[in-house]
């Protein structure tokens, strides 16, 4: 069963698309969308291996002329360096005004793929085929693209809404295990900002540790909700002046956390698994929420095998400093998105020092 | 006497404001534009020497907080790793989403402080400040942004439009004669393209080959004038969709004879004077205007010290080779931007190769 979701916007509305086994009739999808007969298809050589040729066939067959450009895997490739790679394949392909770039890929290809198409001569048409669980339910929708500075992450970048997000279920078969967990904490993240019955529906699983203990109708349920949830919330504030956001919950202390561990000892679905317990954690301390839900909330994170404590020897002083550098302090105050029941958040100034190091402290010691 | 005029976007409209004297008032100038309080001004070293202290003193004045980054002159810095450098200096100056860049020289200086600020943090706000003829009525206009890639020239880059043009036209008294006949070949074209009364007030001019024989009110009429021009067309095509190719009037043959001589024997607006002459010559031998018309043309780029003839050495095949591979080829066809008469322009298909050929082979012949 498909389901397609559109994301609107005042310019360039665009469908994400979740159809299983859709991988293998990538150019019949892409043949309504108008594009010129080149394509560039960016991707890692581990997924291409998997999944390019296949790709690259059914492309072939629909009538396009598609040249491949692989990015080594992982984060710290995504440079303006690798951006410089595929310009120089944009070139030798001799990439036209009607040509368009197609992503295959985790958020690290997703992103370099749709900078490179902002930016290559002032930004040419871009499709994204999603195939890690982040990337499907986050990163591929909503047209942020970029690229890290050496010193920081993300600074590098445009809004770049692509024409297509093609997601097909099937390609998460291969991915591995602690990848899935990291998208599941943004899928778990969608139902506590937005979608209660999403997380009802993830309560009602047995297990949502590893890809292949949920069915593939939960698995139908989860991306659609998710797709929907960002689909939304990026239609209505398309450059990030207000709603979006919400999309931040459990990412400030997240962000921390993933900083003060180098990205390394902890990934990033990881760190927001931590951060909305905290957040939850600060909400309770508040009375913005009761404690049912924040009990439910831990639980959920728990059983997606995501972590709920803070790692051994992180400094909370550290991680309250760092929370000072955080984009969303505002007059020296961190700006939280805190729940005020499973499927509502709020933004709010109200948590204290004190109260964000009394939650630290008892992540810290449960450990 | 001031001049202001509007650049009509669907989003973040803006002014060009031409104002003798106006450098040294700039921070005024960006105070009503609530820009946050950290600016970075990006110029070359030459500029900077000459401009760039009042600039910031009168920035500081205004209560803004500045950092600045210097680029090597010469279209060879152009290119992404001088942008590397500018987002050093962004990241060290900790540069904001409310911050904004200023742009402080000629056209390679603004269309780089321009793409940085596109990309840094997903785009920030941004200020022109051209001090080239060629920059204030042409480049700094209409937010195309970029750089060179080492195999072709503004290939990578990005629309993002300016907050403010402030034009000064005290500045050009520096300018080196060269450097303002490149200017005064797009002020041309402006007359050519759409003004008919700017270029009769060009003709009536004695001189116009150097800053110092154009009056101080002949030239805020040629700013204001070909300002009105770019501004118009940008306002009614932003992404060049149609409209803005009339801009390229003269460059079809102008990019051939550029690019054929290296980008260093003729510079840009020389090529597209002789872009222009060739054009005048094409429409012509196609009835396309009148041979009254076509002088008229030929005397005033011969008046502002242009050349009209090909330079010597160049293989008339070779010119229309590199035709074929223009950006604007439709099946095989070169379309070209030709005048009907003084002011009016059509695009056409119906230049063939031998109409080209006689014509280039008559500018040769004469020289
Ligand atoms: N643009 C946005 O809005 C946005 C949002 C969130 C995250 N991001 C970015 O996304 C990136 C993280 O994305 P990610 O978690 O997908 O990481 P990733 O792209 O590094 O992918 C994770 C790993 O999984 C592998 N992989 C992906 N799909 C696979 C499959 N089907 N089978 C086997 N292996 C597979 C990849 O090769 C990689 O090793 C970060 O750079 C982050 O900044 C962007
Ligand atoms: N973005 C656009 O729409 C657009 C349009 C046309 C051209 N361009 C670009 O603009 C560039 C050409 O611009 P340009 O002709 O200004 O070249 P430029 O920026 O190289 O400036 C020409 C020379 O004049 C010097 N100069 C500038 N102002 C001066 C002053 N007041 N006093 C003394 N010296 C001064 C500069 O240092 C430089 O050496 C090219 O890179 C071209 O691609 C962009
Ligand atoms: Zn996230
Ligand atoms: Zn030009």
């Known amino acids: 069963m498909n389901a397609v979701i559109s994301v609107d916007l005042p310019q360039n509305s665009y469908e994400v698309a979740i159809a299983p086994g859709s991988l293998s009739q990538l150019g019949a999808w892409l043949q309504p969308l108008g594009l010129g007969r080149k394509l560039m298809l ?13 790709a690259i066939a059914s492309l072939e067959a629909a009538g396009f002329d598609v040249c491949h450009a692989l990015i080594p895997a992982g984060e710290r490739y995504k440079t303006l360096g690798s951006i410089q790679k595929l310009y120089d394949v944009a070139l030798a392909h001799r990439l036209e005004r009607s040509s368009a770039v197609v992503a295959l890929g985790g958020g690290v290809v997703g992103d370099m793929a749709g900078f490179a198409a902002a930016t290559w001569l002032r930004g040419i048409r871009f499709v994204q085929v999603p195939t890690s669980l982040l990337a499907m339910v986050d990163a591929s929708i909503g047209g942020k693209t970029g690229v890290n500075h050496p010193h920081g992450k993300n600074l590098i970048g445009a809004f770049h809404q692509p024409r297509l997000v093609l997601i097909d279920p099937e ?8 990848e899935f967990r990291a998208g599941m904490a943004e899928v778990i993240k969608y139902g506590v900002i937005w979608d209660a019955d999403l997380f ?23 991306l659609t909700r998710s797709c929907q949830a960002k689909a939304h919330v990026v239609s209505k504030d398309e450059k990030e002046a207000g709603l979006r956001a919400i999309l931040n919950y459990g990412h400030t202390i997240g962000h921390a956390v993933e900083s003060l561990t180098g990205y390394k000892l902890v990934n990033h679905g990881e760190a927001v698994g931590i951060g909305m317990v905290a957040a ?18 831990t639980a959920l994170i728990q059983k997606a095998g995501l972590p709920t404590r803070l790692p051994a020897g992180l400094d909370l002083e550290d991680i309250i400093a760092t929370l000072q550098t955080d984009k969303k ?39």
Chains 1, 2 share one sequence.
């Open 329 to 367: 302090v505002k007059a020296g105050q961190v700006r939280f998105i805190l729940p005020t029941q499973i499927g509502t958040v709020i933004e709010t100034d109200q948590a204290t020092p004190a109260v964000i190091r009394k939650v630290l402290l008892a992540m810290a010691e449960a450990a």
């Open 200 to 222: 009802q529906q993830l309560e009602q699983a047995k297990r949502l540790d590893q890809q292949r203990y949920v069915s593939p109708e939960l698995m139908q349920t989860i």
């Open 280 to 297: 939850g954690a600060i909400a309770l301390q508040l009375n913005l929420w009761d404690a049912d839900s924040n009990r439910r909330q």
């Open 171 to 178: 390609v998460l078969a291969t991915l591995p295990p602690r």
């Open 42 to 54: 960016v991707s890692n050589p581990m997924i291409f291996r998997r999944y390019g040729e296949g």
